[in-house]
């Protein structure tokens, strides 16, 4: 626990205002850890700064930080470098899909995609690294996707960022992860969240129901990242998918997403 407990550290968490990042700052406040919350909604982030620091006690910074744009990542970064603000952990959570095919997608859907999930990740996550390394316990948790773990015509750079985070994450897990420095990549199936909506994604509330909740996702993620798990799909239905798809040759992989669609 004392990854997360610190007087005076702090986790820098983005996707804070909602969903999955959401659950996981209440997770980690709830374990007394300090929280620097990062997203573009101003009123969210004020009621959930509000909430978190009257329930918990915990210290809360909020930042506006449209990841879309790699000026504000790198204003942020240098913001709390300046000020000295010790870091002892990240969570990536900020993430959207587009859901429109690959071929209608604007020059600025595709640049605002790539900025918020590989640029801006990639600098937070060099921030944050560099910040714990020798540092004492600290920890990284990228949120990818089980989207990631295979091809998707549907979602093409979703899918594409996803695996990004995936193999980044893994990489940044065998080169430097400690029994002091945790790194692991969170790969959820389809979550009860407003993820759905905001891809424009119309999903029958049946099936929306059935969904696991954000809280269940984030519980699953610490309580497995603290057992130094460098991967975990919180699902026993996307394990058991995930094996399949490393067992089965690339054609048929093709083939079956082809199918799909
Ligand atoms: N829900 C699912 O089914 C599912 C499945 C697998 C993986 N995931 C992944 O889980 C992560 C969290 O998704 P969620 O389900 O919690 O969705 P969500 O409820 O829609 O939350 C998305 C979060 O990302 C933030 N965000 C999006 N674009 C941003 C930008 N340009 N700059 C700063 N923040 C930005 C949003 O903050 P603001 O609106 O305040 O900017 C919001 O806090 C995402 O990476 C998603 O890909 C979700």
Redesign the pocket.
């Known amino acids: 626990m004392d990854y997360f407990l610190s007087t005076s550290s702090y986790t820098i968490v983005?996707?804070?205002?909602?969903?999955?990042?959401k659950a996981l700052a209440r997770q980690i406040a709830s374990k007394q850890g300090n929280l620097i919350c990062?997203?573009?909604?101003k009123s969210?982030l004020d009621i959930l700064s509000n909430d978190l620091s009257e329930e918990f006690k915990v210290k809360i910074i909020v930042r506006q930080?449209?990841?879309?744009d790699i000026n504000q990542t790198i204003s942020f970064i240098e913001e709390i470098s300046d000020s000295k603000t010790p870091i002892c952990g990240l969570i990536n959570?900020?993430?959207?899909?587009n859901v429109e095919g690959f071929h209608m997608l604007s020059r600025s859907d595709r640049s605002d995609d790539l900025f918020?999930h590989l640029n801006s990740f990639v600098e937070l996550n060099h921030f944050v690294l560099n910040s714990v390394l020798g540092h004492g316990k600290g920890f990284i948790l990228n949120?990818a996707?089980?989207?990631g773990l295979k091809p998707s015509p549907a979602h093409i750079l979703y899918s594409a960022n996803k695996s990004f985070i995936y193999n980044f994450t893994l990489g940044l897990n065998i080169k430097y992860s400690t029994d002091s420095l945790l790194i692991c990549c969170l790969c959820?199936?389809?979550?009860r969240?407003?993820?759905f909506k905001?891809a424009g994604i119309a999903l029958k509330k049946e099936k929306f129901d059935k969904l696991p909740i954000?809280d269940f996702i984030a519980d699953v993620a610490l309580e497995q990242m603290l057992r130094g798990r460098p991967l975990v799909i919180p699902t026993l239905k996307h394990k058991l998918q995930y094996f399949f798809i490393k067992m089965i040759p690339l054609f048929a992989l093709i083939l079956i997403q082809k199918c799909r669609g």
């Open positions: 983005t996707g804070a205002t909602s969903g999955i990042g990062i997203g573009r909604c969210s930080v449209d990841l879309a959570s900020a993430g959207y899909a918020t949120v996707s089980t989207a959820p199936g389809s979550t969240t407003a993820f905001n954000a």
